[in-house]
């Protein structure tokens, strides 16, 4: 059953989603056979989001968006989440801050990583806080999408796509 407190546009893509998982099972590349990881963006910026789904996709991965963290909660409860890449902009204002959201993901779901996308030059003291907070790295942007890649496969190995082989110099 679909969250009813899901703000629309959230609930349209958990639909959809819910509509390519049924589809969707193992992706099999060469021999091996690889779950894909459900990663859920959190990220106020439409374009940054768009962008970084595309990118996770296109890697072979299940992705979900959403610009609140009580979008990214709800959306948590309805869809499988391994992994979950939230803005430390993260608007708060009537919803939960980045690292509010991160404490209550890692309450709900224990085996869900957070992964805080910060500001360049962000304080040690923003870093320690996050991984008080349950947060298992950060990533400071503008980031390259073979940094997410490598998180991804750092993260949560299990998830993780075989790359090609790097020949030999």
């Given amino acids: 059953m679909m969250d009813p407190s899901l703000p629309h546009q959230d609930r349209l893509v958990a639909e959809a989603v819910r509509a390519a998982d049924a589809h ?7 021999d091996r056979a690889h779950e894909a990881a459900g990663v859920l963006v959190v990220e106020p910026d439409p374009d940054l989001q768009w962008r970084l789904a595309r990118m996770l996709t296109v890697h072979g991965h299940r992705v979900v ?21 939230v803005d430390e902009a993260l608007p708060a204002r009537g919803g939960l801050s980045a690292l509010a959201l991160a404490r209550a993901l890692r309450t709900a779901h224990p085996d869900v990583r ?7 030059g962000t ?29 991804l496969r750092l993260l949560a190995p299990r998830f ?6 790097v020949p030999a110099r």
């Fill in 24 to 30: 969707a099972g193992a992706r099999v590349t060469g």
């Fill in 65 to 85: 968006g959403t610009c609140s963290g009580d979008g990214a909660l709800a959306l948590a409860r309805e869809w499988a989440v391994d992994l979950v890449l």
């Fill in 114 to 120: 957070v992964v805080l996308m910060t500001a360049p």
């Fill in 123 to 151: 304080t040690r003291e923003l870093h320690l806080a996050a991984r008080l907070a349950g947060v298992v790295a950060c990533l400071a942007k503008p980031f390259h999408p073979e940094t997410i890649a490598e998180a």
């Fill in 160 to 165: 993780a796509l075989p790359t090609a082989p």
